[in-house]
């Protein structure tokens, strides 16, 4: 195997096959990354793929556990010109790349095609893109068409990692992580299908066949995480809520899911209580250790953390809610009102439990901010 001055020397004369993105030089079993950035933006602690080196540690534990990611081989960092570079052997991945795999604005029976084939894809594939996806949690993984490639006997294999950081190991026993894990981090399957133009014209039978196929798709993903992650089925309501409603219905219609998607009913309060305080707990942790603003919580972290359980969306179903769409004329008003409920709702039980809590100085001015919001003066008799 060659060795990486070797590779970077005769770069020199080879054409970078990167579709995008970094170049990538061909050597056959290995091919050589050249990361670069601009000496000017070169920090301390701060270079071209600064992490690069954890980086490569955490890629070759992976490997040792059964993750399909290529191995690096070496990293070696120089200075070319007016760029601060960082070169990485590594082996080859296997398969194709999944964004040269998939074209917009190809013809209906292309994207038949394509959902065909991504549905054809053995189950044993799928579940371990889920798990190989849980697995590489910390490792900074962008789940982009062009970071993933399909090898028909192996599956699917991940490259191009941001950082290692052995803090953050996934744990499908922690509702973030599993959340985080399953929305942003790991890859669908319905990445790698053609997709059409926004404006393709299609026949209700073709638009049919189309959301069929998708919504088996989905469903084979779906259950290729139920049988990855035992547990999940206690969360799959709050995973699926603001999905589309046919595909819902597919769900339902199948069996895919034992539950009523569209309601909260008895048996979900209980899920939808743990999530919600894990979420106020999460605000806290914001306010007290990193000084959030109270205009922040209420205006952006009330929303945003609780949209990756869809606890706002469900909001409009829990028995607690008073706010009711029969008594509104316009959509807008009823969205405006259930969403300012709810973050009434969470900001006062944010504010109780850090009123039993020991407070610092962000908390108080928290507080402060929130009595004076509510024009409340007294500690208890706001909640």
Known sequence: ??????????????????????????????????????????????????????VMEGVNQKIQKGVNT???I?????????????????????????????????????????????????????KKLISDGC??????????????FYDEETGFWFIDFLHYDVEKVF???????????????????????????????????QQSKKDLL??????????????????FEKYEKF???????????????????????????????PVYDELYEIVVDQIIDKITNNGEKFWSVEVNDIRNDSNLFCLMEIWKYHKKNSINKCNYQDEYDYEYDLESKFTETMIRTIGK?????????????????LYSKYEIYTKNNYI
């Open 1 to 54: 195997m060659i060795d990486i001055k070797y590779a970077i020397e005769q770069s020199k004369n080879k054409q970078n096959i990167s579709d995008g993105g970094s170049q990538c030089f061909d050597f056959g079993d290995v091919v050589l990354v050249k990361y670069m950035l601009p000496l000017k933006y070169v920090k301390y602690n701060h270079r071209a793929r600064d992490c690069e080196e954890r």
């Open 70 to 72: 290529p191995k690096h």
């Open 74 to 126: 070496s990293v070696m960092r120089t200075i070319e010109g007016s760029d601060d570079v960082c070169y990485v052997l590594q082996e080859k991945c296997k398969g194709k790349n999944c964004a040269s795999m998939a074209k917009y604005g190809v013809s209906y029976d292309t994207v038949i095609s394509d959902l065909n084939r991504v549905y054809n894809i053995p189950f044993e594939h799928y």
């Open 135 to 148: 697995m590489l949690y910390e490792m900074g993984y962008e789940a982009k068409p062009k970071n993933l």
């Open 171 to 205: 744990d499908e026993n922690n509702p973030i992580k599993l959340f985080k894990a399953l929305k942003f981090v790991t890859p669908k399957p319905r990445q790698i299908a053609s997709t059409l133009k926004y404006n393709e014209e299609l026949s209700l039978d």
């Open 214 to 231: 998708e919504y088996s798709i989905e469903a084979k993903t779906l259950l290729a995480i139920k049988s990855v992650i035992p547990n």
């Open 239 to 269: 995973y699926l809520f603001d999905k589309d409603a046919g595909l819902k219905q597919y769900l339902m219609e199948q069996g895919v899911v034992k539950k009523d998607l569209f309601k909260l009913e008895e048996e979900d309060y």
């Open 353 to 369: 439990k850090i009123e039993e809590s020991e407070q610092n100085e962000n908390s108080t001015r928290f507080l402060n901010d």
